[in-house]
């Protein structure tokens, strides 16, 4: 075996010990409580009591018989859950300990080992300016360690992002109900009614990946940048007030008109970097999920 190959095996083996370890700590339970109702199987028909939603009164059978009935539903114990993984070459870029791709393979470990742990059956889809690979739900042990590997060490066909088109695929492919962990930078725009149109069939939750650089520059003068799906490149002053004011304000109307799409279509939204701990973050929106779906 050579010196690449095994450096890429203890890679994986890492990421696989550090986010079972997690699991097993902090999110096994909560991920558990997190998606009730989501699949949800018609069961039986009963007569209506007071205080039973009308919105499952069964209309053919309250005619036929003459008093109101209504309809059963039964948790499906095995959810089908898909994670959708940007991998454009935006993800290559980090400034510190981790790229965003390594963010996105580890977030994805944890939600693949948290699945299969509670039966469910697990999906990838890697996505850039279209679908590039597509592996159905399956319940397998080993599935989570493949994930690992397609993420991490993926040939991209192409490095710029089209959304919308990973969307629309989803829509036509997944038919069941599903679970659908949307991981990005969101460097993209114009997927607003296909983001929607996904949520309204399954329940769609986007986890951004950002890194701390593309919030705010270094003071440090003039610095060469490049785009990293484009590949375009161009020297910018760092230092100039002007320039850090205009950037800034840039970032902030672009983080402001994300949060308010997904508020728009009803969408859980969690932000995540690159330097901070994925764990807080995380578990924080499963707990508020949690407290939400008592009420």
């Known amino acids: 075996m050579n010196s690449e190959k095994l450096t890429a095996l203890k890679k994986i083996k890492g990421i696989e010990i550090k986010t079972r370890r997690l699991v097993e700590d902090y999110f096994s339970g909560k991920y558990q409580s997190i998606f009730k109702g989501v699949g949800m199987n018609f069961s039986d028909v ?28 039964v948790e499906e114990r095995e959810r089908t ?19 965003k791709i390594e963010t996105i393979c580890e977030l994805a470990a944890v939600l693949a080992f948290s699945a299969l742990r509670n039966q469910d059956k ?32 993926y040939n991209r066909e192409n490095s710029k992002t089209d959304i919308s088109k990973t969307l629309k695929f989803l829509n ?14 969101f460097i993209d725009s114009g997927f607003e009614k296909s983001l929607a149109m996904l949520n309204g069939k399954h329940d769609v939750i986007a986890l951004r990946v950002s890194d701390p650089i593309e919030d705010s520059l270094p003071d440090i003068g ?18 100039d007030p002007a320039f850090r004011r205009e950037y800034e304000k840039n970032i902030m109307e672009r ?27 995380l ?11 008592r009420v």
């Open 46 to 73: 009963r007569e209506y009591y007071p205080g039973d939603d009308i919105r499952n009164i069964d209309w053919n059978v309250t005619a036929r018989l003459g008093k109101p009935f209504v309809k059963e539903f």
């Open 222 to 239: 003039f610095i060469e940048l490049e785009d990293s799906e484009s590949g375009e490149r161009f020297i910018v002053n760092s230092s």
């Open 122 to 153: 697990i999906g990838l889809v890697l996505f850039s300016e279209g679908v590039e690979k597509y592996l159905p739900p399956k319940k397998n042990s080993q599935y989570a360690m493949r994930i690992i590997r397609e993420i991490l060490y």
């Open 255 to 281: 983080n402001d008109e994300l949060k308010l799409m997904f508020g728009k279509a009803k969408i859980d939204y969690v932000l995540l970097n690159t330097v901070q701990s994925y764990i807080k973050p």
């Open 172 to 185: 036509d492919v997944v038919k069941k109900r599903a679970v659908i962990f949307l991981i990005s930078d």
């Open 81 to 99: 859950v898909i994670v959708a993984a940007d991998v454009s070459g935006s993800g290559d870029f980090g400034s510190f300990l981790r790229t």
């Open 283 to 293: 578990y924080a929106f499963f707990k508020a999920r949690e407290r939400r779906l």
